[in-house]
């Protein structure tokens, strides 16, 4: 307060039309496998953990969330309870091959199942 600097969650930008095809895919997350698909609105994606078939313990895995964009590669969720989920993609490329999920480098590993490539 003594700068003047306003702290607060970041918000999906209306006007940006990202390429999601650039960003759709499944990522291997530590503790998830993360596909992400195009929402119902042309400005957000889902991103749906599943779990993953590895021994030993692993977090309960969460329900599917949508984003909208800050960025053309930063999304933030829509539907989530505070506070925010934030999420990041690899910016270089045609392709996507990594994403930042819960603070952790998810790499790319395919296709979602079913969709145009």
């Known amino acids: 307060e003594l700068l003047g600097v306003v702290e607060a969650d970041p918000v999906p930008d209306p ?13 291997e997350h530590a503790f998830a496998t993360l596909t992400v698909t195009a929402g119902d609105d042309p400005r957000t994606v889902v991103v749906t953990p599943s779990a993953r078939d590895v021994d030993g313990w692993q977090p309960p895995v969460t329900s599917p969330v949508t984003f909208g964009f800050s960025s053309p590669t930063d ?12 999420a990041h993609f690899d910016p270089d490329g045609d392709r996507a091959q990594w ?17 145009p490539t």
């Open 15 to 27: 006007d940006l039309r990202p390429d999601l095809d650039r960003l759709t895919g499944v990522y």
């Open 99 to 115: 994403m930042l999920w819960e603070h952790r480098r998810a790499p790319r590993t395919g296709d979602v199942p079913g969709a």
């Open 75 to 86: 999304l933030v969720s829509l539907d989530h309870p505070a506070p925010v989920k934030v």
